[in-house]
């Protein structure tokens, strides 16, 4: 039986509202004025904001913006209440200016920035693709945009019926280091595993299609890699691009990409099993469109694992299962928030529908991959399950504490409903994975 999606809300563009408008805010300079009516006539409900210091992300604000507008001076208070903990120290203590702020000498933030990028190390960027040529050539003007420019953009392309993301790399590769690479096999992990092959021996950044790099993005990257030479892996944060409808919202009060990571840099490892076991990816380690492995990694875990993610019948969570498994071997992630991502969220609700059951089923899926690899590890995914159940139905869990009153709540059955159908989805995907690798023999 074929569960049905519900009807989906009014379009924004329809209602004339414009739910969000993404600001990059940078408190060094004059802050902005932000106006009720967008300029193509819909009414600005909230303002969203990235709030930097001297490039430095810091954290994000989301303001209502009442109808006369936001003053650069509203802007100004709604950090200075929201972010004031972390923002005032780079301050001496003032809050936070609406005019800007110079600084009396170079910034600690960009000075030790340049000292790392003086003897950072090659990074090559992987964009794995199937039929988005706009939105692949949009991702790939923000690669070649770079403050520290990737070794090499390789862009796989995955079972593709037309020529047009050949194309789109043949155009960027007239300006950069691009280079092409045809995956046949259907499914976002064979794609990896092709990349992963051609690109041995290299630091693999790894970024989808329908974001945009921050143009700090590998500058922080190589930050991280070269502060932390333990690191195995390096993640950073998903932002949003746009907010353009309510399912952004949505999606973003659910947690977006960070699930509560916020912008704390830390560590995880053996040492961090106390506090988070690596079984238990909430918040997350990282994520699959904003991370970055060092050589060997993955093989050493044996690859991302082909009944996993986008194109499979899990849907999703081949990143997941890879964190997990770079952690249970005793390897070490590095959350690095300075290192940030634009992602478009999915604008419609049914999008966002199929999202959520694809989140659920991804994740017991690779619970699913991880115990037929390793079926010791039942008992101790037994003992996680009072966390989980708190997480799920809890009102003050990650997962359900930020939902607001609009937030429709058949969202969240179809995240439950996607879970009871994850282990059977691996099973099948791993049957497929194999007829597959059979044909190409």
């Known amino acids: 039986m074929t569960a049905t999606v519900p009807a989906a809300p009014r379009l924004d563009e329809e209602s004339g509202i414009l739910p969000a408008v993404v600001l990059d805010l940078e408190l060094s300079e004059p802050l902005p004025s932000v106006g009720a009516v967008a ?4 009414r600005v409900q909230q303002a969203w904001a990235l709030v930097r210091l001297f490039t430095e992300p810091l954290g994000t604000v989301l303001v209502d913006v009442p109808e006369h507008g936001l003053t650069p001076g509203d802007l100004a208070a709604a950090i200075d209440r929201e972010l004031g903990d972390v923002v005032r120290p780079r301050l001496d203590g003032a809050p936070v200016p ?78 950069g280091p691009v280079d092409y690479l045809l995956e046949p096999k259907p499914g976002l992990s064979f794609a990896r595993n092709t990349a992963e092959a051609a690109t041995r021996g290299q630091i693999v950044a790894w970024i989808d299609d329908d974001e945009l790099a921050d143009r700090y993005w590998l500058a922080e990257v190589a930050r991280a890699l070269v502060e932390n030479p333990e690191a195995d892996v390096v993640s950073g944060v998903i932002v949003p691009a746009e907010l353009e409808t309510r399912a952004q919202i949505w999606f973003e009060q659910f947690g977006g990409h960070s699930k509560g990571r916020g912008f704390r840099p830390d560590v995880f490892g053996p040492h961090t099993a106390h506090r988070q076991s690596p079984l238990y990816p909430l918040p997350p380690f990282g994520t699959g469109a904003n991370m970055t492995f060092r050589p060997g990694v993955i093989e050493r875990i044996g690859g991302w694992d082909n009944a996993l993610g986008a194109g499979t019948p899990a849907m999703g969570s081949e990143d997941t299962l890879a964190f997990t498994q770079v952690l249970l071997a005793g390897g070490t992630i590095v959350y690095q928030p300075t290192a940030v991502t634009h992602h478009y969220h999915r604008r419609d609700f049914e999008g966002l529908h199929k999202q959520m059951v694809g989140y659920g089923t991804g994740l017991t899926a690779a619970y699913t991959g991880l115990l037929l690899g390793r079926p010791g590890l039942l008992w101790s995914l037994i003992r996680l399950a009072p966390t989980a159940l708190r997480d799920l139905t809890g009102a003050d869990s990650l997962r359900v504490s930020t939902l607001q009153d609009d937030f429709p709540r058949e969202l969240l059955t179809a995240n439950r409903r996607g879970m009871i159908a994850g282990p059977r989805a691996y099973l099948r995907g791993r049957r497929a994975a194999r007829q597959k690798l059979r044909g190409t023999r």
């Open 98 to 175: 609406a005019a800007g702020f110079v600084p009396a000498s170079e910034p600690a933030f960009l000075a030790s920035r340049r000292a790392v990028l003086a003897s950072a190390p090659d990074i090559t960027v992987v964009v794995c693709t199937r039929e988005r040529p706009g939105a692949l050539a949009r991702c790939l003007d923000s690669l070649l945009n770079q403050h520290y420019m990737p070794a090499r953009i390789l862009v796989v392309d995955n079972a593709p019926v037309t020529d047009a993301t050949a194309e789109v790399a043949r155009s960027a590769a007239r300006r």
């Open 39 to 42: 300029s193509d006539g819909r």
